[in-house]
């Protein structure tokens, strides 16, 4: 398989999304933007050009993947959606909400998708990704697309710096809008459970089904992006701090940047989490980047999708943590 790793702008002269459908129709790799972050994606009823998706991340087999959608008919082919679940899809869909729920018998899905569950991700995003699954009239399977266990990328040179060279194409519709995955709810026997927090909070999941979402009993597999140690730099990750040491890079946020460092970014000056959220990737790359020793990154409130933010911040503190020890043994 010949991978050119092109870059292509969905608005550019070239006609990217014919391109882009061909080369998943040829059992490619293509890095598509989604409203929450860059997925790395292929038909997913194709079995070789999954299995290359868990080769390209060096993603474990038994870690599922989220399934993308062109509309709730789509889903209903493989799954089975009850009142519940309907209304979830009603509420969100298209968005960055993924539900996991019941598998249908022989849905010709690549049976890699689910890892061996009886449940399936899906999910109806906004733009490009649902447009191309729709032309496809398959999903398409798509984890994030960064090398398992590192940041998720949220703009297309992430993507190429990061997989370029392992896929066909990467179409490049500019930054994601959210910037965080998407929140994760199992819906299971009139039960939800919030597998992973995202851009769609448990309030608004709660407004709409008069359900607050449980959290999982056990940290098992059951969403493996749960795993403590994910979504992390290279640098070591110092949380809530409120002074930076000289050879610290700063991540700061709100009116009252905390001091000291050798070079910092401010999520958001005015203190609003929706701007935080879609600059934390990108900013977390660009302090990695730099010759500071460590990262600093000041207290975010846990409001809302500052939750997510949380979430993912510590993953990446206890991520980078474990990369420093596994790289000084
Ligand atoms: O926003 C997103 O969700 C992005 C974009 C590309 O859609 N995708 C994404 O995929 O974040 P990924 O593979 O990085 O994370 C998907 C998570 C993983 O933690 C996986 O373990 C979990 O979903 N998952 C997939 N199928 C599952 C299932 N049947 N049951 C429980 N968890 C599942
Ligand atoms: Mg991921």
Redesign the pocket.
């Known amino acids: 398989m010949t991978n050119d790793g092109r870059l292509l702008r969905l608005d550019g002269n070239i006609d990217a999304f014919g391109e882009a459908l061909a080369a998943l129709k040829a059992g490619k790799l293509v890095g598509i933007p989604?409203e929450?972050?860059?997925?790395l994606a292929a038909d997913a009823c194709d079995a070789k050009a999954v299995a290359a998706i868990f080769a390209a991340k060096g993603r474990p087999d038994f870690?599922?993947?989220?399934v993308?959608v062109s509309d709730a008919a789509m889903a209903n082919r493989y799954v089975k959606i009850a009142l519940l679940a309907e209304k979830l899809i009603a509420a969100f869909w298209p968005g960055?909400l993924?539900l996991?729920l019941p598998l249908r018998d022989c849905t010709g899905l690549a049976p890699a998708v689910?890892a061996g569950?009886p449940?399936?991700?899906v999910?109806h995003?906004k733009g490009v990704m649902a447009d191309l699954a729709k032309a496809l009239d398959r999903p398409i399977a798509?984890?994030?697309a960064n090398t398992s266990g590192r940041i998720?990328a949220t703009t297309a040179q992430h993507v190429m710096d990061d997989l370029g060279k392992k896929l066909a194409i990467v179409l490049d519709n500019g930054p994601c809008a959210v910037g965080l995955?998407?929140t994760?709810v199992?819906v299971d026997d009139g039960k939800l459970t919030l597998?992973?927090e995202?851009g769609i909070t448990a309030e608004q999941i709660e407004q709409v089904t008069g359900m607050k979402p449980a959290k999982p009993e056990t940290r098992a597999i059951?969403?493996?992006?749960?795993l403590l140690a994910h979504y992390a730099p290279s640098k070591p990750v110092r949380l809530n701090a409120t002074q930076g040491a000289e050879d610290e890079a700063l991540l700061a946020f709100g009116s009252q940047p905390i001091a000291g460092g050798c070079t910092s970014l401010n999520l958001s000056k005015s203190g609003n989490l929706e701007e935080a959220a879609h600059n934390l990737y990108a900013f977390m790359k660009a302090l990695d980047a730099t010759d500071a020793h460590a990262i600093a990154v000041q207290a975010i409130p846990g409001t809302g999708i500052g939750r997510a933010i949380n979430d993912r911040l510590k993953r990446a503190a206890t991520g980078a943590a474990e990369n420093h020890e596994k790289a000084a043994s």
């Open positions: 989604t929450t972050v860059y997925g870690n599922p993947l989220i993308h960055a993924t996991v689910t569950l449940t399936l991700a999910r995003p798509a984890p994030s998720s995955e998407s994760i199992k597998l992973r995202g059951e969403a493996p992006g749960m």
